[in-house]
């Protein structure tokens, strides 16, 4: 693959040059209705809660979490890079129950899902902690094209020409739609704040009936701490022409309000006024410290 393909346009969306090359087969594909679907705009907390989800259906099993890695136990829809199946190939051979990953704003969604009415999760984090996160991944993740310098990313971030667009149209569309379809709307500092009670909300969510003990133990498998060690959780089976670890660690640091030791005074004000501008049509709101 070469590295720091550019990114395409599909669908008026910006995406992974390579993952361009697929976008046929994640627009027909065949969801199932057992099938459960985690969407986030990217570093949103996606892994968190795929491991949550992956143990859940497993009653907490954590001897079955061991499969194989999050990124395989768990794929990714729109994944595809040369010399690796494409999410789309993965997902098709497997058996159910499957828990997908998707970063599709809602409009660009596979027809299918909405059919069999999968149910969704949708999990949100603030823009400021996930810019930062971003940007440390575009580095490490050679997929991605060159993020250039904090402030340039920034700029391409303000402007939605980062890989799955702008941010707070993503987080707005899933919003307005939270109610009108099956969705469970979760917020990343939420989860930071008391784990078990969203772990909770999950779980009756996808309708499932687990004693203390099983949610506690899926709480304890899932701190930051455990996960970071967990080499079935913390991509460091990936291979490297992929996402170089060394560069920046995938679970980096697992917090709200990282950004105040990542912005400027002047960085921050141009994200205040970004998010002052964009949310001024929406009642979804977001907090920036816990
Ligand atoms: S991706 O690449 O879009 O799927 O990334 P995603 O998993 O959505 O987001 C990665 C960020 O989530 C943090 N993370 C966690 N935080 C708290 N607790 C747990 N268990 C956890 N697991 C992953 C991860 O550290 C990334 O955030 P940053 O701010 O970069 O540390």
Request: glycine share 4%; with cysteine; net charge negative.
């Given at each position: 693959m070469v590295n720091r393909p550019p990114i395409k346009i599909v669908s008026g969306m910006p995406i992974l040059g390579p993952f361009a090359e697929n976008w046929e087969n994640v627009q027909d594909f065949e969801a199932r209705e057992d099938d459960l679907l985690i969407v986030t705009y990217p570093k949103s907390g996606t892994t968190w809660m795929s491991e949550i989800l992956d143990l859940m259906i497993h009653n907490g099993d954590d001897m079955k979490t061991q499969r194989g890695a999050i990124f395989q136990r768990v794929p990714f829809l729109e994944y595809a890079v040369p010399d690796m199946p494409s999410g789309t190939e993965i997902l098709n051979a497997l058996e159910s129950q499957r828990v997908i990953k998707s970063h599709l704003p809602a409009h660009l969604l596979p027809g299918s899902f909405w059919e069999k009415q999968c149910k969704i999760i949708y999990l949100a984090r603030n823009v400021k902690d996930v810019l930062v996160s971003y940007y440390h991944f575009y580095r490490m993740a050679i997929v991605h094209p060159e993020p250039g310098t904090f402030d340039e990313f920034l700029q391409n971030f303000i402007d939605g020409k980062?890989?799955?667009?702008s941010w707070s149209d993503h987080v707005k569309g899933w919003w307005k739609i939270r109610h009108q379809k099956d969705i469970l709307y979760l917020f990343y500092e939420d989860m930071l704040e008391d784990p078990k009670r969203e772990i909770l909300k999950v779980m009756k969510f996808i309708g499932k009936d687990l004693p203390e003990e099983v949610l506690e133990k899926i709480h304890q498998r899932t701190t930051f701490k455990t996960m970071k060690e967990n080499h079935m959780a913390n991509y460091s089976t990936i291979p490297s022409h992929v996402m170089d670890l060394s560069v920046s660690p995938f679970m980096r640091k697992g917090i709200c309000g990282d950004w105040k030791d990542q912005l400027t005074v002047a960085q921050n004000e141009i994200l205040d006024e970004y998010y002052k501008r964009e949310m001024r049509d929406t009642d979804l709101t977001f907090r920036f410290e816990n």
């Amino acid at each position: 693959m070469v590295n720091r393909p550019p990114i395409k346009i599909v669908s008026g969306m910006p995406i992974l040059g390579p993952f361009a090359e697929n976008w046929e087969n994640v627009q027909d594909f065949e969801a199932r209705e057992d099938d459960l679907l985690i969407v986030t705009y990217p570093k949103s907390g996606t892994t968190w809660m795929s491991e949550i989800l992956d143990l859940m259906i497993h009653n907490g099993d954590d001897m079955k979490t061991q499969r194989g890695a999050i990124f395989q136990r768990v794929p990714f829809l729109e994944y595809a890079v040369p010399d690796m199946p494409s999410g789309t190939e993965i997902l098709n051979a497997l058996e159910s129950q499957r828990v997908i990953k998707s970063h599709l704003p809602a409009h660009l969604l596979p027809g299918s899902f909405w059919e069999k009415q999968c149910k969704i999760i949708y999990l949100a984090r603030n823009v400021k902690d996930v810019l930062v996160s971003y940007y440390h991944f575009y580095r490490m993740a050679i997929v991605h094209p060159e993020p250039g310098t904090f402030d340039e990313f920034l700029q391409n971030f303000i402007d939605g020409k980062i890989a799955f667009g702008s941010w707070s149209d993503h987080v707005k569309g899933w919003w307005k739609i939270r109610h009108q379809k099956d969705i469970l709307y979760l917020f990343y500092e939420d989860m930071l704040e008391d784990p078990k009670r969203e772990i909770l909300k999950v779980m009756k969510f996808i309708g499932k009936d687990l004693p203390e003990e099983v949610l506690e133990k899926i709480h304890q498998r899932t701190t930051f701490k455990t996960m970071k060690e967990n080499h079935m959780a913390n991509y460091s089976t990936i291979p490297s022409h992929v996402m170089d670890l060394s560069v920046s660690p995938f679970m980096r640091k697992g917090i709200c309000g990282d950004w105040k030791d990542q912005l400027t005074v002047a960085q921050n004000e141009i994200l205040d006024e970004y998010y002052k501008r964009e949310m001024r049509d929406t009642d979804l709101t977001f907090r920036f410290e816990n």
